[in-house]
């Protein structure tokens, strides 16, 4: 049986701080405590390690639809079945609403019972209170990406150049080997 997990949260950020943050797929681990990893392999798809009460949990999902400033949502590519959205809704020029929903399919006990029990939306929830510490903190942000993604069609900035590596992330000027 899929598990729906729903959360929400207001940050004291304009809409595109939020988005450009959550944009950076691989800073997850710093927020959601069930990320282990997140790889991005191109401009649609990640590789995730999830770590769930001891059990690890890989796979690949793709961005199926994304719109700067907006929503971003994906699905799994795999066996494994996971699909999520989050949506960011301006509130006022200073705060925005960010509003997450997923499915997904609890293939163990624990998860099965968590699920039932809405430790996944509490998770989700306190995920969400980390983020909006991230934001929130005002520390440096690399530039999101500002392309649209509908299906399997990439519309890329016409002022943006395609990232060689580091995907979604800008080079830290104060590295020299990133020059």
Known sequence: MMSTISAEIEVAAPVRVAYDQWTQFEEFPAFMRAVAAVEQLDERTMRWVIDIGGMTRRFDARIIDQVP????????????VHHG??????????HTRVSLQMQW????????AGAALAIDDNAARMDLERFKDIVEGGGTLAAGWRGEIHGADVVRPADA???????????DTADPDAR
């Open 85 to 94: 959205r989050v949506d960011f809704i301006p509130i006022d020029e200073s």
């Open 161 to 171: 150049p395609r990232p060689t590596h580091g995907f979604f992330r800008a080079p």
């Open 105 to 112: 399919m609890p293939e163990t006990f624990l998860e099965r």
């Open 69 to 80: 400033d907006d929503h971003i949502e994906w699905e799994s590519v795999d066996e494994t």
